[in-house]
């Protein structure tokens, strides 16, 4: 099974910062994504990242908060921008191979935002 | 869009026992129910799925069950052990479609 890792691992972070977070598969994939996960919740997507084009975002997220890039099919980066503590949470990545239903997840960002 | 309720938020069981966690869906046109599993400090893990033509599928101590009717679906652990005990998120999807709904999720304990 392909691996999907992430960087980094966990942040603390001041206000009005940005971070970007890398998700790395180590096969081509069709499909990435992004979602969040407050402390204690469940995931929402935020966007889907699209090879070589702009993401596709989901009703509440920005491109200017989140922009998102996918240069190639195994690699794309988040960025959370002028954050706020209303930012932290865990970040994951997802990808997707033949099915875009059948997602399979990195083992995520814990941000936390002073 | 679709909405994904999950119970119970929590469940704690002895080692040995079975436990069943359950969801129910509103979108009729969702054919595709995955379950994750989450540790501490990581990912979630997907660990069974079923499609909706099927009404159960089983994977060694894991089995999904599913009633289209009542628009709900069932997870099942059977013999459990202390490696099971996470967080469970069942979600919902349509095949053709990126998006996956995901309910509130069940943190399981299992006490030696």
């Known amino acids: 099974s392909a691996v999907i890792s992430q960087k980094p691992s966990r942040d603390i972070c001041q206000r009005g910062t940005s971070l970007t977070i890398q998700c790395q598969v180590d096969s081509q994939v069709t499909m990435m994504f992004w979602y969040r996960q407050q402390p204690g919740q469940s995931l929402t997507l935020i966007a889907t990242a699209n090879q070589g084009s702009e993401a596709t975002y989901e009703s509440g997220f920005v491109i200017d908060k989140f922009p998102i890039s996918r240069p190639n099919l195994t690699f794309s980066t988040l960025t959370v921008s002028n954050m706020s503590p209303e930012d932290s949470s865990i970040y994951l990545c997802?990808?997707?191979?033949?099915?875009?239903?059948?997602?399979?997840f990195g083992p995520g960002t814990r941000l936390t935002v002073t | 869009g679709e909405n994904v309720e999950q119970h119970p938020s929590t469940l704690s069981v002895q080692e040995g026992d079975s436990a069943v966690i359950k969801c129910t869906y509103s979108d009729s046109a969702s054919n595709y129910f995955p379950w994750y599993k989450q540790e501490l400090g990581k990912g979630p893990q997907l660990i069974i799925d079923?499609?909706?033509?099927?009404g159960e599928k089983k994977d060694q101590r894991i089995a999904v069950t599913l009633n289209k009717t009542a628009k709900h679906f069932s997870l099942h652990i059977t013999e459990t052990q202390p490696e099971d005990s996470a967080v469970y998120f069942c979600a919902a999807s349509q095949t053709g479609a990126n998006n996956l709904f995901f309910g509130t999720g069940t943190r399981l304990t299992v006490i030696p």
């Open positions: 079923i499609r909706s033509n099927v």
């Open positions: 997802s990808a997707a191979w033949d099915r875009a239903y059948e997602q399979y």
